[in-house]
Structures are given as C-alpha cells and as structure tokens.
C-alpha cells in the first residue's frame, strides 16, 4: 500500500507565497518522477509541475517564474514553493508520483488534495 499526503494548503493574498509539501510511504522501492497538478471549480486537472529523480523540472508556462518544484529524496518528499500567488492559482492542487512497489507494480499515485486560496 502506498500514500501520498500533502500538506500546506490555505489562503492567501494576492501575490502572497505558500509552500506545498507531499510525502510519500508505505511499500515504496522507488519513485520515478513527482509533480503537483491542480484543479479550479469547473476546470479540468492540469499539470502544474513536474520533477524526474534526476531533479530535472518542467512547468506550466503560467506559473514559470513563480513556482518552484523540488525534492528530497531521502524522505520521499516533494515540495511547491509558490511565489506572487494570484487569484488564478485558487484550486485543489494534487501531488502525483510514480512508484514502483516492494511487489514490483509501478503506477500512478495520487494525494488527497489541498486548497489553494488566492484572495484579490
């Protein structure tokens, strides 16, 4: 069994920061690549960022410069440093990782999800 559990959500001001945190446990063997994704009130989830184990990132170009993707390793942990946060980030963001298993299944986890609120 493996779970993600993120943490960090809230509200905020505009151009106010957050900092999103996921950690990952249970039957882990590895963890390939980790990402946040979000979802606003009648819109379709979409990638927000996205880290390979190497620490190589990719962004969605609306918060390139903004947010900032990273991870340890060593705790299974990924993280989202979001900067001059505004009303547009408001939504649910999800963290996503693929994971191969102590059983040697590899798929696609996903968290619970944490509420980003951005106020004008």
């Known amino acids: 069994q493996v779970q993600l559990v993120e943490s960090g959500g809230g509200l905020v001001q505009s151009g106010g920061s957050l900092r999103l945190s996921c950690t990952a446990s249970?039957?882990?063997?590895?963890?390939?690549?980790m990402g946040w994704y979000r979802q606003a009130p009648g819109k379709q989830r979409e990638l927000v960022a996205a880290i390979t184990s190497g620490g190589s990132t990719n962004y969605a170009d609306s918060v390139k410069g903004r947010f900032t993707i990273s991870r340890d390793n060593a705790k299974n942990t990924v993280y989202l440093q979001m900067n001059s946060l505004k009303p547009e980030d408001t939504a649910v963001y999800y963290c996503?990782?693929?994971?191969?298993?102590?059983?040697?299944?590899?798929?696609?986890?996903w968290g619970q999800g944490t509420q980003v609120t951005v106020s004008s």
């Open positions: 996503n990782s693929e994971i191969r298993t102590l059983l040697g299944t590899r798929g696609d986890y």
């Open positions: 249970g039957s882990i063997f590895s963890i390939y690549a």
